[in-house]
């Protein structure tokens, strides 16, 4: 009989690689031989597959031998089942090849023939659109996600025998997708339910409007976490080429919802702090999956009491902060997770966390032990570092009514807008991500604005990058001034922002 074929993708990371399956079907002692490099979900199709088409009404050849190409790539998981059981069927001449050639087939088969959702369609159809594979068909669970790639026709399934239907050209239970219905933004969580803390608040909008790292710190109950929850908020929505990087993320961890197939506000992620070094930067056997620091991809990491988490965990964060990327090595080769985050810390200032510092027990040592868990290589990877506030009455009338976050929000709107119109021919979209050689080369600050940074440097009270985060603070300062570019007392005010003594 003749070689049947047929298309799959196997995902690498965030990204995928087309993957042409063969079927050839001969007469002889039953036999099932899988070539490709199959995981062992993916050998274990063979009895899914065998079982899904008999369950279907149609006969399971004798011999089959199935490969997988590029035979050197690894492949895992159960989204081929759908695309070897359609080319055994049509290798053994039960359905045409006709629509075949083209055609992506995605989805994990039940024995009884249902079609089972798996993870990644979303990154698995946008690697087929750049192959030049025009249709797909995946299951009816992930078809509001797919329906998120444009240029290729995409269909849902809910069993195998829908999709023999369909290859003969007869009627069909196959659903069209259809494009995903635009979602209203919701804040459900306001700046104006935080009581006082003006300076914590204004460190928070600096943040927010520069995309910069932030710490807070403060006795328990003085409003960190609420104030770290309440960034979100003030970020504005993502662009659609981001919208599309985040949910490709989003899908491979199979957080996505059917209601909501398209992450168009920034992901907040905050994990607790007993979460292993895996579940922050990634990991697993074989080929690992993105962690916490991925799934945060232009969004915010909150890490709440990050004094106590384990050392080792915090220093895993400092090349990811740095690069806007992590690279994880596993047994089937390395992958590449974006992890573009604005991380934001939360901590008490010594073990015992009395509600004011003159109530501490801690001896010098403890305090400063305690601390020491955030060391001096993340801390000047922290741009923006703010004391709270203990709470001294209930009632804040006199500072005058709390802006909302719809407020906050315009102003941190304007100046995100000024910067990325400032940074556009080098695909900058924030302060906070231009590198410190381009600071210097592009956009490089009079030496009368600079002179208290040199006096910092020349006294080692801040690092060479701690200037250059120094620079883009202030240049977020100017942008929220609606100021050219920043001067002295811009300088001043982000050096203020990286004291130690904050911390």
Known sequence: ????????????????????????????????????????????????????????????PDQVTLALSPADLPKGGSGYDLGLACAVL????????????????IGELALDGRIRPVRGVLPRLLAAKRAGLTHAIVPVETLAEAALVGGVHTRGAARLADVLAWL?????????????????????????????????????????????????????????????????????????????????????TGSLSADVPLVTLPPFIAPHHSASIAALVGGGVGTARPGAISKAHRGVLFLDEACEYAPGHLEALRTAVEEGEIRLARRDGVVRYPARFQLVLATNPCPCAPPRDVDCTCSPVERRRYFARLS???LDR?????????????????????????TVRERVAKARARAAERWAEHGWQTNGEVPGPALRRHSRLPAKATRLLDRGLAAGFVSARGADRCIRIAWTLADLAEKDRPDGEDVAAALEFRDRRAA
Do not use: C, F, Y
């Open 376 to 378: 001096g290589p993340l």
């Open 90 to 105: 049509a290798g053994a001449g039960s359905v045409p090849q006709t629509k075949l050639g083209g055609t992506v087939l």
């Open 382 to 406: 922290i741009d923006i570092r703010t004391r709270m506030r203990p709470i001294h009455a209930m009632d804040n009338s006199d500072l005058g009514p709390p802006e909302s976050s719809v």
């Open 1 to 60: 009989m003749p070689l049947s074929r047929t298309w799959s993708v196997a995902l690498l990371g965030v990204d995928g690689q087309p993957v042409e399956i063969e079927a050839e079907v001969s007469q002889g002692k039953p036999k099932v031989q899988l070539l490709g490099l199959p995981d062992p979900a993916l050998n274990e199709s063979k009895d899914r597959v065998r079982a899904a088409v008999r369950n279907s009404g149609l006969e399971w």
């Open 168 to 252: 003969k050209d007869e009627d069909s239970a196959l659903v069209e997708a259809e494009p995903p219905a635009p979602v209203a933004r919701t804040d459900a969580l306001d700046l104006a339910d935080v009581l006082g803390q003006p300076e914590a608040r204004w460190a928070l909008e600096v943040a927010a409007a520069g995309a910069h790292n932030l710490l807070l710190v403060g006795p328990p109950g003085t409003g960190k976490t609420m104030l770290a929850e309440r960034i979100i908020g003030l970020l504005p929505e993502l662009t659609s080429e981001q919208a599309l990087e985040v949910t490709a993320i989003h899908s491979i």
